[in-house]
């Protein structure tokens, strides 16, 4: 069992930066692989970035590409998403979850645990 509980969102002005962390409780967090996922009002849940148990490897949605960063601390049990160059339509709530799959994955279906959520955000 993985307990994960990210922390506060916020509103931040276009073009601003904004770090999410996830941290999880449980057993052996370092053997799962991680990601974020975001869900706009009326729209469904989509996949932001995903990373490995190691941190060897990443992915990341193109609307995100180049802007984001996942990362994770074994040690801490966090996982981190830096934002930048945030735009009005990255305005969603943003869910922390964790997958068997070590490598993580771009499909929520693969996720067994969720946090609560964060909402972001992002005024023009």
């Known amino acids: 069992q993985v307990h994960l509980a990210e922390s506060a969102g916020g509103l931040v002005p276009a073009g601003g930066s904004l770090r999410l962390s996830c941290a999880a409780s449980g057993r052996a967090f370092s053997t799962y692989g991680m990601g974020w996922f975001s869900q706009a009002p009326g729209k469904e849940r989509e996949f932001v970035a995903s990373i490995s148990w190691s941190g060897e490897y990443r992915k990341y949605a193109n609307s995100v590409k180049g802007r984001f960063i996942i990362s994770r601390d074994n040690a801490e049990n966090t996982v981190y998403l830096q934002m930048n160059s945030l735009k009005p339509e990255d305005t969603a709530v943003y869910y922390c979850?964790?997958?068997?799959?070590?490598?993580?994955?771009?499909?929520?279906?693969?996720?067994?645990?969720w946090g609560q959520g964060a909402q972001v955000t992002v005024s023009s």
């Open positions: 979850a964790a997958t068997r799959n070590r490598d993580g994955s771009m499909w929520w279906v693969e996720y067994d645990y």
